[in-house]
């Protein structure tokens, strides 16, 4: 992604900073994060992500693999790894979790998702998918500009085994080859743990 365009996508991620403020813990706090991850990436060029050399995420209730060049932000200032977090790749792509024992509606869960970040977009498209991974839940793929970035967040929410989860994925359309696979490993990687399982 050019400088440029990063620095457009800066300012509408500004604006859900204070959008984030006003939707609530479960949309606001994602979105939040979202201006803070890529604020943080301004600086950096997208690389293909490199999923032959995965790093693992494994705690108490999940883990993962995610791509051997990309970060879990463990400086963000709400950084938990057994609740919220983000992984980010070395562009401006990223995916966040929050994940926690408090029962979600979904349909509503989702709906604060589509609200707040629909609000960085121009008229976003709308497509809605109930599989991420092994994982039955609510989701829907938001396609529009950020300030004229073509781009595409994927909110999706679920619940099992006693644990709610929200991901939401965002990236560049013009970055999708070199970060889709890596926002694929992810997927097909995420397990939840039964309660009695050790990390």
Known sequence: MTTGGKLLIAGGLLLALGVGLVV????????????????????????????????????????????GNWKLDREDEDFDPDHAFNIESPGSAFIM???????????????????????????????HFSR???????????????????TTIKPFVFSRDGQSVIVVQYYPDEDQAAVLPGLQLVERTFALRPAHAQP
Request: charged share 20%.
């Open 24 to 67: 609530g813990f479960a949309g606001g706090v994602l979105v939040t994060k979202a201006g803070r991850t890529f604020l943080a990436g301004l600086v950096e060029s997208e690389r293909p992500a490199q999923v032959a050399r995965p790093q693992t995420l494994a705690r108490e209730q999940f883990q993962l693999q995610y791509p």
């Open 97 to 127: 979790f929050h994940i926690g024992k408090a029962t979600l509606e979904p349909d509503a869960a989702l709906e604060q998702q589509v609200a707040a970040f629909s609000k960085l977009m121009d008229r976003p498209a709308q497509a």
């Open 132 to 150: 991420w991974g092994g994982f039955t839940g609510q989701g829907v793929v938001l396609r529009g500009r950020v300030l004229g970035i073509p």
